[in-house]
DNA sequence: CTGTTAGCGCGTTCAC
DNA sequence: GTGAACGCGCTAACAG
């Protein structure tokens, strides 16, 4: 039924190796067969099987991706760069979307990649045990979350500038009562919200500011945490003027905070955010802005030049510039800001 | 290096054959033997190589997944939904990911998939020439977006049905002046923009209102092209005081244009969307809520349902249940709107 | 430059 | 209930 590489053979009456060597670009084929065999194989629709390939060569042109949520924004533009250019090498996508716990739990476990995949990229942090299950696979492994992990090589932005650059700004614009809405929770591995906090203490201490505690608020990375995170800064004895959030979806949460106290940013509260999300820049969000998409192609193309050459030693960490989107939502203080 | 089937079998004394039918949990293998044998097997940390077994059986266990572009927040939540429906089945999901012209022109004029995938899930609406190139893989197919095409089993929404709930809640809401942004372009076999704006023509007729042309304008399903076109229809000689965007994210831009002019909804003007997109809470956007990631989740159970049983005839349209989501956005008309 | 010979690691008969 | 033999479709090593 489905034509196979013998059919090609017989109908270019040549050897099925000779068929293998021409389709796939090999050399010690002359010219003139292996425009015959290609014309050949066209006609028929002839595709190799890449069952049978991989069984035969141990390469299987698959690169596994895990992501622990495809649906949310950031995950889905990594997940869609990344994509782009390992599709463009001729590499398929698995994907390994492990949302919920078992899930989770299952990949690990029986790592259903195994054999099935020439390298990984994930865009979960595993823990050590998972990195340990990972690295078993014996392929290149990637990834562009949570800070440098032996036997990855880290694609990410440099958090603490990036939260520096923010801070910064609020300071510049004259602003001294400035809060944070951050995310506290997450895995042990993720580096970020603790890098942009100290980014965020140390900008304080530069300028003279001296810290307060009261004007620091948990928004879990979520849009819904970051309203009531704003709603606590909105209560305290002294609000802050201005808000830095760790993640847009949180600022975003913010802004709805403040139309429900019936105050506007930036006439009562500038508010600054991290990510550029999409619907950033409908909402006026001033942010930091990092390329997405663009960090799953570059650690798409660090797998690929490992296995163009496993030889090379695969680089530990890579940056990816980042920069600040001036927008609407923050501004100098005005004097009829939240007291 | 990597542990095969042989070594399993020698190390629990018995042959290949029976380790393949024990782990497999096929019939004629005695209890005892199986007990020792999956010990023996996660002792090892064996996995049968897929390869080898698709190359035996013809059973890839994959199913791919072709999207025209995963960063958006609608089709990352079908695929989400999809894979979390098929790897519970023990699937894996091979991502085709086709946002440019030439990802796309590639796939289908190479078909990478064939012979990779038992069955496909195609999130865009492929032309005539690439639906038949789809049937050409001889594998069930789905899909859930466009009308129903021949060979695929569609699984949608009411679109006719939501739109009629969004306009008639403006009637309801006693709205008279009732505008409607909506999306012209797009391909040919997308009834989606036609079948919510008869609803909207239908609903206006049985209401007794006339239908004003100069109140629908094109916001091309972006954010941004909802913006132009509240713009536009602010400018109208007389401005609507309800618009019903086709999609929330048109809905989102037209909220945008709104705060631009200094007018709010639903103060000035109400608005109403389609999609219940993750903002829309938000935003407290009031819209006719799709379960997005559900229609990816369903599809992809009746592609399981047929590959578990080939000679079912599988349905040919399946419809997925809608629902208003009432919110802020929409209200009465009021006397201070847009003249 | 090209054909022949062996596997790759499984699932699937068919005997026993 | 279990094992031996065969083949899935292809690539790699070796001849020629």
Known sequence: MTVSITDVARAAGV????VSRALRGREGVSEEVRARIEIVAASLGYTASRSASTLASGRTFTIGVVAPYVGRWFFGKVL???EQVLSAAGYDVLLYNLGSREARKRFFARMPARKRVDAVLSLLIPDGEESAALRSLGVPLATTVGGARPGFTVVGIDDRSGATQA????????HRRIGMISGAGGPQQWTTPGERRQAYLDVLAEAGIEHDPALEADGDFTVRGGERAMT???A???PPTA???QSDEMAMGALRALRMHRLTAPDDVSVIGFDDHELAEVLGLTTVAQPVAEQGAQAARLLLRQLADP?????????IPIRLALRETTAPPSPRGPQ
Not at 15 to 18: E, M, R
Not at 311 to 319: D, H, I, L, T, V
């Open 236 to 238: 305290a004895v002294r």
């Open 167 to 174: 801070v910064r700004h609020l300071v510049n614009l004259g």
């Open 243 to 245: 808000v830095f959030a």
């Open 80 to 82: 869609d760069g990344a």
């Open 232 to 234: 606590e800064l909105l």
């Open 15 to 18: 050897s099925a190796s000779t």
């Open 311 to 319: 030889n090379a030693e695969p680089p530990a960490y890579q940056q």
